[in-house]
């Protein structure tokens, strides 16, 4: 599974520096549908090229991953809205957000009556 959180970053980044995916793939020596399927969530790049997109737009790593940017291209100082998980069954990542997470630690918390309710509210 993709990391929503950095696919929504590339994007805001080049458009906030003016960069056309053209450009970025160029600069990132990959093709330009390689460099769209970073954004649009289908692949996600290896670990070089994630290094080499941080330096062109001069954020770290965690920021690039993991903290949300506005439209101008600037990194939010806290972070994004999507909180990583693993999939344990599948052995992949699972990306939720915060209201997701609260949701999943209300349930791990709720006593079985409650937990047949939300089940039968879900149709589970």
Do not use: W
């Not at 992949?92 to 791990?108: A, H, I, N, P, Q």
């Amino acid at each position: 599974m993709s990391n929503i959180q950095l696919a929504a970053n590339l994007r805001r980044l080049r458009n906030g520096h003016s960069y056309t995916q053209t450009k970025m793939a160029e600069m990132l020596n990959i093709s330009r549908q390689a460099y769209s399927n970073y954004e649009n969530g289908k692949r996600v790049p290896d670990l070089d090229t994630l290094f080499r997109i941080a330096d062109i737009y001069d954020v770290t790593l965690e920021q690039l991953i993991t903290q949300s940017c506005t439209g101008d291209g600037t990194v939010n100082e806290k972070p994004g809205p999507y909180l990583l998980s693993q999939v344990r069954d599948a052995g992949g990542s699972l990306y939720l957000t915060l209201e997701e997470v609260r949701l999943v630690d209300r349930f791990r918390n709720a006593g079985e009556d409650e937990r047949l309710i939300i089940r039968k509210v879900l149709d589970l």
